[in-house]
Each structure stands twice: as structure tokens, then as C-alpha cells.
């Protein structure tokens, strides 16, 4: 079956540092890999994705590679901000292999320090 | 355009008590999901619909029902709430073909006593 694994956390930075939270995944068929963020007291929005090998998904200073040599799909941003503290998810949809239910990982919380 | 709304936000029942919990997405969605947010255990799929008039069972479908009577409007069930279903509860939708991003709702926070 499918399966995502993100490291777990919190990871605590302090503002304008550099952020790598891991995310490697399991599937069958060629999924499409994404990142959810969740904010305090809100459900989950999509921060970015990509839907195919070598495709890299981008917004608001977030990048993110679909490698799947390494089966992998890493979160990147070169300076964080306190705004960015929330919990973020790693997910993978594999519509085209014929799964109705996108894999989530398990969060990882992201605390950013003035 | 409200995208997906789930009501009510916040509700506190007594252990036996039934609800439902009502999602509604204006996005012509056809596929529907209900899930569980507990403190270190993730997202957990409960129910799932592909269509209206079709519901399936996700990960932890017991002691919840669910219904989609109509294409914009999911329902989630509890018949008799119990302690261990204290959680914040979301919906989601998703559109079929290749677009898989899913759209969720605000939450809705239940505490059983």
C-alpha cells in the first residue's frame, strides 16, 4: 500500500533561517505529492504540489522536488518567518493507480522564534 | 464562492448523546471525506464518498454513520457518543480527474463528557 513519512517534531527555528523538513513515501502507481499547511484553529490548505518526476512545486518562498529516485519530496525555504509556525503535511494522491484516499503523513509542527 | 463549510464548529456532548455534523462544499465536488485529528496520530480517513448516494468505510469508521443524500452535502453521524470520540473533526472535497488537491473545511471541535 501507500505510506508518507515526514520527520517528526516540532522543529523550532528562529526567523530568517533555513527550513528542511523531510518527507519520503511508499506507492504503487505515479502519484502526485503535496504539501498541506495547517494554521493554529484552521483546517488544512494546499501550500504547493507536483505531479510528476523532477517537477518542483512552488508559493510564498516554499519549494519542494518530486525526486523519485529517492522517493522523496522534501519542504525548502531559505528564510522562515514567525507567520510561518503552523503544521505542515506531506500527502500523496495516487488517482491514477485507481485510490479515491490521498496518504497523509503525520504532520510536522513548525514553531518560529522572533 | 465559501468553498467548504462544515457546522457546527464546536459542540460539547454527554457520553450516549447523538449528533451529525454537516459539511457543505459549493464546488461541484464529487468526492467527499470525513476525518479525525487527534494530538500525535495524524489525519484519520473515517468515511468517504465518491458520488452521491455512495459512502465507504476509511480507517476508523466505527461508531460513526454517514450520509450523501445530495452531491453538496456530506453528514457525519454519531449515534452515541463516547469519551475516546473527543476530536476536531474535518471535511474535505476533491474534484475527480487529475486535479487530487483537496479542499477542507474550518473543523469542528467536539468534546465528549
Known amino acids: 500500500g501507500n505510506s508518507v513519512t515526514q520527520m517528526e517534531g516540532p522543529v523550532t527555528l528562529s526567523e530568517e533561517a533555513f527550513l528542511t523538513i523531510n518527507c519520503t513515501y511508499t506507492?504503487?502507481?505515479?502519484?502526485?505529492l503535496f504539501w498541506y499547511v495547517q494554521y493554529p484553529g484552521e483546517g488544512l490548505q494546499l501550500l504547493l504540489k507536483?505531479?510528476?518526476?523532477?517537477d518542483k512545486g512552488s508559493n510564498k518562498g516554499f519549494e519542494a522536488t518530486y525526486r523519485k529516485e529517492t522517493t522523496s519530496f522534501h519542504l525548502e525555504k531559505g528564510s522562515v518567518q514567525v507567520s510561518d509556525s503552523a503544521v505542515y503535511f506531506c500527502a500523496l494522491s495516487d488517482r491514477a493507480g485507481g485510490s479515491y484516499i490521498p496518504t497523509f503523513g503525520r504532520g510536522t509542527s513548525l514553531i518560529v522564534h522572533p | 464562492n465559501a468553498g467548504v463549510t462544515q457546522t457546527p464548529k464546536f459542540r460539547v456532548l454527554k457520553t450516549g448523546q447523538s449528533m451529525t455534523l454537516l459539511c457543505a462544499q459549493d464546488m461541484n465536488h464529487e468526492y467527499m471525506y470525513w476525518y479525525r485529528q487527534d494530538p500525535g496520530m495524524g489525519l484519520r480517513l473515517i468515511h468517504y464518498?465518491?458520488?452521491?448516494?455512495?459512502?465507504a468505510k476509511g480507517e476508523v469508521p466505527d461508531g460513526y454513520n454517514v450520509s450523501r443524500l445530495k452531491k453538496q452535502n456530506f453528514l457525519l453521524g454519531l449515534e452515541s457518543a463516547a469519551p475516546s470520540q473527543t476530536s476536531v473533526y474535518f471535511c474535505?472535497?476533491?474534484?475527480?480527474?487529475?486535479?487530487?488537491?483537496?479542499?477542507f473545511g474550518p473543523g469542528t471541535r467536539l468534546l465528549v463528557l
Open positions: 506507492a504503487t502507481g505515479y502519484p502526485s
Open positions: 474535505a472535497s476533491t474534484a475527480p480527474g487529475p486535479e487530487e488537491t483537496q479542499y
Open positions: 464518498s465518491v458520488g452521491e448516494g455512495t459512502t
Open positions: 507536483a505531479t510528476k518526476a523532477d
